[in-house]
C-alpha cells in the first residue's frame, strides 16, 4: 500500500469518527430540545418567546390608540381569591402586538355610576404571562377599603372582580412601559412584593421558555398561603428547572403554614436575606412592589455594591422612590423669585407657578381645571396636553411616551415660564 492511499485511509477514518460523532452529539440535542418542548407544553410555557422569522411575520405592530378586546377565561390564583386573572382576545381576531416581559395594558374602563350612566376611567394592569399572538393576560388584585378608614374600595379592581365576566369587551391600548427584563443569558434576580409577582410571572415564564440555562432567583414576598398565587406553578417551574431558584417569603405565617414545606423564608425581603442567599455573581435585579418595600431595598441594594444601572424596579408608587445617586435638589430661589408663570390658554388663566403644589397636574386642579388624568404616574398616558410655549421638566422619566411637543402632566413641572392648552 503506498503511503497516498494509507493516508487517504487514516484521514477517511478520522472523518468517519468525527460525522458519527457529530450524529450523536446532535441526536442527543434533539432528544434534549423535545423534552423541552413537552416540559413546556405541560407548564404553560412559550418555548419560543422571542419570535422566530416566521412568527415575525404573524406577530402585528402595535396599534393606535384603543382597541376592542373580549375576556375569553377569567380564572382566581391564590387562595384568598383577591387575585384574578383576565385573558383578552383581540375582538378583529387579527394577530397581536408582540411586549417586552414586565410591560403593561392601558385600559379605558367604563364604570357605572347611580342614576344608570357610566363614567370613564383609565388604569394600567401589568402583563402576566410570557408573549403570546392569541391572548394577553392581566392579573387584578382586589383592593378592599382599609378598615376604619374613609377610603373607597378600588373602584376599577373591583369592577373588574365584580363586572367582568367572559363575553365581557374592554377597550385598551397597546402594551408599554420602561420596564421590562433584559432578554439575555445575564443571571437575574427577580423580587415581587405582593401583587408585585404580576410582572415577574411575565418576566419569569419568558425566561425560562427562552433560555432554561439562564440562573434565576424568584423571592416572593406575601404575608402567608392564603396571599400567595401561583404557588403549583411556581414549585412545578422549580422543580422542573434546575437553574430557577424558588424563594416565597411569608412575613405573618398561618399557624397551619410550616416553614421548609409551604415556603422557604419567614420574614420581609430584604438585602440582609439577599445577601444570605445569593452568590457573588453580577446579577441584574428586578424589583416590583408596593413603595415601602423599594424604598428600602433600593438604596440598600446600591450599599451593599449593586451598580445603579443593575437595580430596574416599579413601584406602586414610582415618584417616591429615590435613588442615592440622584442629585438634592438646590435650595434655590422661590417660585415668585423665578418669576415662572403658568398659561392655560383655553381656561383663560395666567397663574404663578406654586411648586407646593406638587406637578403641573395637582397645579391645574387646584385652580379648577378638570384634566382626564388615569395612572397618575407617568404610565398610561391620560393627562397628556399640549405645550403651546416654554417648558417642562420631569421628576421621572415616564414609561408612557408623549408625543412631540406635549407632556404628562402627572410627572412634570415648569421649567420656564409655560402655556399649556387647557
Given at each position: 500500500?503506498s503511503?497516498?492511499?494509507?493516508?487517504?485511509?487514516?484521514?477517511?477514518?478520522?472523518?468517519?469518527?468525527?460525522?458519527?460523532?457529530?450524529?450523536?452529539?446532535?441526536?442527543?440535542?434533539?432528544?434534549?430540545?423535545?423534552?423541552?418542548?413537552?416540559?413546556?407544553?405541560?407548564?404553560?410555557?412559550?418555548?419560543?418567546?422571542?419570535?422566530?422569522?416566521?412568527?415575525?411575520?404573524?406577530?402585528?405592530?402595535?396599534w393606535?390608540?384603543?382597541?376592542?378586546?373580549?375576556?375569553?377565561?377569567?380564572?382566581?390564583?391564590?387562595?384568598?381569591?383577591?387575585?384574578?386573572?383576565?385573558?383578552?382576545?383581540?375582538?378583529?381576531?387579527?394577530?397581536?402586538?408582540?411586549?417586552?416581559?414586565?410591560?403593561?395594558?392601558?385600559f379605558?374602563?367604563?364604570?357605572?355610576?347611580?342614576?344608570?350612566?357610566?363614567?370613564?376611567?383609565?388604569?394600567?394592569?401589568?402583563l402576566?404571562?410570557?408573549?403570546?399572538?392569541?391572548r394577553?393576560?392581566?392579573?387584578?388584585?382586589?383592593?378592599?377599603?382599609?378598615?376604619?378608614?374613609?377610603?373607597?374600595?378600588?373602584?376599577?379592581?373591583?369592577?373588574?372582580?365584580?363586572?367582568?365576566?367572559?363575553?365581557?369587551?374592554?377597550?385598551?391600548?397597546?402594551?408599554?412601559?420602561?420596564?421590562?427584563?433584559?432578554?439575555?443569558?445575564a443571571?437575574?434576580?427577580?423580587?415581587?412584593?405582593?401583587?408585585g409577582?404580576?410582572?415577574?410571572?411575565?418576566?419569569?415564564?419568558?425566561?425560562?421558555?427562552?433560555?432554561?440555562?439562564?440562573?434565576?432567583?424568584?423571592?416572593?414576598?406575601?404575608?402567608?398561603?392564603?396571599?400567595?398565587?401561583?404557588?403549583?406553578?411556581?414549585?412545578?417551574?422549580?422543580?422542573?428547572?434546575?437553574?430557577?431558584?424558588?424563594?416565597?417569603?411569608?412575613?405573618?405565617?398561618?399557624?397551619?403554614?410550616?416553614?421548609?414545606?409551604?415556603?422557604?423564608?419567614?420574614?420581609?425581603?430584604?438585602?440582609?436575606?439577599?445577601?444570605?442567599?445569593?452568590?457573588?455573581?453580577?446579577?441584574?435585579?428586578?424589583?416590583?412592589?408596593?413603595?415601602?418595600?423599594?424604598?428600602?431595598l433600593?438604596?440598600?441594594?446600591?450599599d451593599?455594591?449593586?451598580?445603579?444601572?443593575?437595580?430596574?424596579?416599579?413601584?406602586?408608587?414610582?415618584?417616591?422612590?429615590?435613588?442615592?445617586?440622584?442629585?438634592?435638589?438646590?435650595?434655590?430661589?422661590?417660585?415668585?423669585?423665578?418669576?415662572?408663570?403658568?398659561?392655560?390658554?383655553?381656561?383663560?388663566?395666567?397663574?404663578?407657578?406654586?411648586?407646593?403644589?406638587?406637578?403641573?397636574?395637582?397645579?391645574?386642579?387646584?385652580?379648577?381645571?378638570?384634566?382626564?388624568?388615569?395612572?397618575?404616574?407617568?404610565?398610561?398616558?391620560?393627562c397628556?396636553?399640549?405645550?403651546?410655549?416654554?417648558?417642562?421638566?420631569?421628576?421621572?422619566?415616564?414609561?408612557?411616551?408623549?408625543?412631540?411637543?406635549?407632556?404628562?402632566?402627572?410627572?412634570?413641572?415648569?421649567?420656564?415660564?409655560?402655556?399649556?392648552?387647557?
Amino acid at each position: 500500500m503506498s503511503s497516498l492511499s494509507l493516508l487517504l485511509w487514516i484521514a477517511g477514518g478520522i472523518l468517519l469518527q468525527l460525522a458519527i460523532y457529530l450524529g450523536y452529539r446532535f441526536w442527543q440535542h434533539w432528544l434534549d430540545y423535545l423534552a423541552l418542548r413537552r416540559s413546556a407544553r405541560e407548564l404553560s410555557i412559550a418555548v419560543n418567546a422571542r419570535p422566530s422569522s416566521d412568527e415575525a411575520e404573524v406577530m402585528a405592530p402595535a396599534w393606535q390608540g384603543l382597541r376592542s378586546f373580549q375576556v375569553v377565561q377569567k380564572q382566581l390564583e391564590d387562595a384568598g381569591q383577591s387575585i384574578c386573572s383576565f385573558y383578552l382576545a383581540p375582538q378583529d381576531g387579527l394577530p397581536l402586538a408582540p411586549f417586552q416581559p414586565g410591560q403593561f395594558l392601558t385600559f379605558q374602563l367604563e364604570l357605572p355610576v347611580p342614576g344608570g350612566a357610566t363614567a370613564a376611567i383609565v388604569r394600567c394592569y401589568s402583563l402576566s404571562d410570557a408573549p403570546d399572538p392569541i391572548r394577553y393576560r392581566i392579573s387584578v388584585k382586589r383592593v378592599f377599603a382599609p378598615a376604619g378608614s374613609p377610603h373607597a374600595p378600588g373602584r376599577s379592581s373591583n369592577y373588574f372582580h365584580d363586572h367582568v365576566e367572559v363575553g365581557s369587551v374592554l377597550k385598551l391600548r397597546a402594551p408599554s412601559g420602561h420596564f421590562y427584563v433584559d432578554r439575555s443569558d445575564a443571571p437575574v434576580v427577580l423580587i415581587g412584593g405582593g401583587v408585585g409577582i404580576t410582572p415577574m410571572m411575565s418576566m419569569l415564564t419568558t425566561c425560562l421558555g427562552e433560555c432554561p440555562g439562564r440562573e434565576i432567583w424568584l423571592f416572593y414576598g406575601v404575608r402567608n398561603s392564603r396571599e400567595v398565587a401561583w404557588k403549583s406553578q411556581l414549585e412545578t417551574l422549580a422543580a422542573g428547572h434546575p437553574h430557577f431558584h424558588l424563594q416565597l417569603c411569608w412575613s405573618d405565617p398561618l399557624p397551619e403554614d410550616l416553614l421548609g414545606r409551604d415556603f422557604q423564608q419567614r420574614g420581609h425581603v430584604d438585602v440582609e436575606l439577599l445577601r444570605r442567599q445569593l452568590p457573588l455573581k453580577p446579577y441584574h435585579f428586578y424589583l416590583c412592589g408596593p413603595t415601602p418595600m423599594l424604598q428600602s431595598l433600593v438604596p440598600a441594594l446600591e450599599d451593599w455594591g449593586v451598580p445603579e444601572q443593575r437595580i430596574h424596579f416599579e413601584a406602586f408608587g414610582p415618584a417616591s422612590v429615590r435613588r442615592k445617586s440622584t442629585a438634592p435638589v438646590p435650595a434655590a430661589v422661590s417660585d415668585e423669585a423665578a418669576g415662572l408663570v403658568v398659561t392655560f390658554s383655553r381656561s383663560g388663566k395666567q397663574l404663578p407657578w406654586q411648586s407646593s403644589a406638587g406637578t403641573l397636574l395637582e397645579f391645574a386642579e387646584a385652580q379648577g381645571i378638570n384634566v382626564d388624568s388615569g395612572c397618575r404616574a407617568g404610565g398610561c398616558g391620560t393627562c397628556q396636553t399640549t405645550i403651546l410655549a416654554g417648558e417642562v421638566a420631569y421628576r421621572q422619566t415616564p414609561d408612557f411616551d408623549p408625543e412631540p411637543g406635549t407632556c404628562l402632566l402627572c410627572v412634570c413641572t415648569p421649567k420656564t415660564g409655560v402655556s399649556l392648552d387647557l
